[in-house]
């Protein structure tokens, strides 16, 4: 069965670090992007980025780059989301998806609330 | 960045009405979108992929169309369990964007 799994929620305060992750697993890793949503209280989905495992590779919307790090480690079937310096406006559900548009291929996390407030 | 624009922004229907969802795309997409359903506090459940492929597992009631830059979501015989937000994401170029949500609430 494939599953998404990701860490548990965290309080934070404004200018704290924190990295979540997802971690994959019923399937090969690398073989699959997988992206993080944001969703911030009674709004919508916002699309964050994207990574592939295999190799690294990364994209991001602009609206997150320079303000979140996505990245993978293989030899643990683990992406995470990073952010060095968290702001209240970064709270919010955020969830992994692995999902393809030609094909039956869509797996979500749980999804992990982040809360920074001070 | 492809915008697509989501309407109507909210929906009130009864129990066996026919409900569509539209979302149209800032440039051509192909037909690389897809519709999601979400519940509160519940991760996105796709419904839709490739514009009107039925995701397994979904009743057909559910049902995509549409390709280039018009796209509809039709749900036939609206059902109790159905009322939840609909968004639709277009995976054609990156970055992926999705739709502003649709809420279908009980009339």
């Known amino acids: 069965e494939v599953q998404l799994v990701q860490s548990g929620a965290e309080v934070k305060k404004p200018g704290d670090s924190l990295k979540i992750s997802c971690k994959g697993s019923g399937y090969t890793f690398t073989s699959y992007w997988i992206g993080w949503v944001r969703q911030m209280p009674g709004k919508g989905l916002e699309w964050m980025g994207i990574?592939?495992?295999?190799?690294?590779?990364?994209r991001y919307s602009p609206s997150f780059q320079g303000q979140v790090v996505i990245s993978a480690d293989k030899s643990i079937g683990t992406t995470y989301l990073q952010w060095s310096s968290l702001k209240a406006s970064d709270s919010a559900m955020y969830y992994c998806?692995?999902?393809?548009?030609?094909?039956?291929?869509?797996?979500w996390g749980q999804g992990t609330v982040v809360t920074v407030s001070s | 960045d492809i915008q697509m624009t989501q309407s109507p922004s909210s929906l009130s229907a009864s129990v066996g009405d026919r409900v569509t969802i539209t979302c149209r795309a800032s440039?051509?997409?192909?037909?690389?979108l897809g519709w999601y359903q979400q519940k509160p506090g519940k991760a996105p459940k796709r419904l839709i992929y490739?514009?009107?492929s039925l995701q397994s597992g979904v009743p057909s009631r559910f049902s995509g169309s549409g390709s280039g830059t018009e796209f509809t979501l039709t749900i036939s015989s609206l059902q109790p369990e159905d009322f939840a937000t609909y968004y639709c994401l277009q995976h054609n170029s990156y970055p992926w964007t999705f739709g502003q949500g649709t809420k279908v609430e009980i009339k």
């Open positions: 490739a514009a009107s």
């Open positions: 440039q051509v997409i192909g037909n690389d």
């Open positions: 990574i592939y495992p295999g190799d690294s590779n990364t």
């Open positions: 998806a692995s999902t393809y548009s030609s094909s039956g291929w869509d797996y």
